[in-house]
T-cell receptor, first 117, second 111 residues
Framework: ETGVTQTPRHLVMGMTNKKSLKCEQH?????MYWYKQSAKKPLELMFV???????ENNSVPSRFSPECPNSSHLFLHLHTLQPEDSALYLC????????????????FGPGTRLTVT | TQLLEQSPQFLSIQEGENLTVYCNSS?????LQWYRQEPGEGPVLLVT?????EVKKLKRLTFQFGDARKDSSLHITAAQPGDTGLYLC???????????FGTGTRLKVLA
């Protein structure tokens, strides 16, 4: 496998279910991100992990729970979701924490298309 | 709140035509990135511009960062069906993780 992979690619779940999304990066990066892409809204940053430590939580509801066991793997645990949470969930990774760097380059996975019924 | 507005929202053109997509904000960014996203895939980074007035070319694509670093444009010359996709701009602030993404321009190039 190369780049950033995400599983599953599609997920349908009821509002009372518990499921998890998985992301794995094969690029040797140290920072990983979860984004939400809805039909009529810009791409939204949800969480950032750098060296396994969460450095950003963009006011995300607690029904979304991230986990980063190591720099290569990132999970998003889902429970008691609402229909409005249906979206494409994208994982991304980048080299490292941007300490004074002007920019960094993110590499995205293909996403998990989530439908909450 | 930083916002990036892209225009047009949708664009359908014939193969061989030229087009320009705009990305505008009232905020200053230290860098501006352009991505292309194809159906069923994640966004792929095309270019990063960091200097006001900077112009970068990638084959038939020309990217420009505004002098005040508040806006950017993407010009495609002689568009091809392979250029079809969702084009996203993203503004970054030095030393932070947050890239603010634009509203997107959905381009369709007809053969």
């Amino acid at each position: 496998e190369t780049g950033v992979t995400q599983t599953p690619r599609h997920l349908v779940m009821g509002m009372t279910n518990k499921k998890s999304l998985k992301c794995e990066q094969h690029l040797g990066h140290n920072a990983m991100y979860w984004y939400k892409q809805s039909a009529k809204k810009p791409l939204e940053l949800m969480f950032v992990y750098n060296f396994k430590e969460q450095t950003e939580n963009n006011s995300v509801p607690s029904r979304f729970s991230p986990e980063c066991p190591n720099s290569s793997h990132l999970f998003l645990h889902l429970h008691t979701l609402q229909p409005e949470d249906s979206a494409l969930y994208l994982c991304a990774s980048s080299q490292d924490q941007p300490r004074g760097q002007i920019f960094y380059e993110q590499y995205f996975g293909p996403g998990t298309r989530l439908t909450v019924t | 709140t930083q916002l990036l507005e892209q225009s047009p929202q949708f664009l359908s053109i014939q193969e061989g035509e030229n087009l320009t997509v705009y990305c505008n904000s009232s905020s200053v960014f230290s860098s501006l990135q352009w991505y292309r996203q194809e159906p069923g895939e994640g966004p792929v980074l095309l270019v990063t511009v960091v200097t006001g007035g900077e112009v970068k070319k990638l084959k038939r694509l020309t990217f420009q960062f505004g002098d005040a670093r508040k806006d950017s444009s993407l010009h495609i010359t002689a568009a091809q069906p392979g250029d079809t996709g969702l084009y996203l701009c993203a503004g970054g602030t030095s030393g932070t993780y947050k890239y603010i993404f634009g509203t997107g321009t959905r381009l369709k190039v007809l053969a």
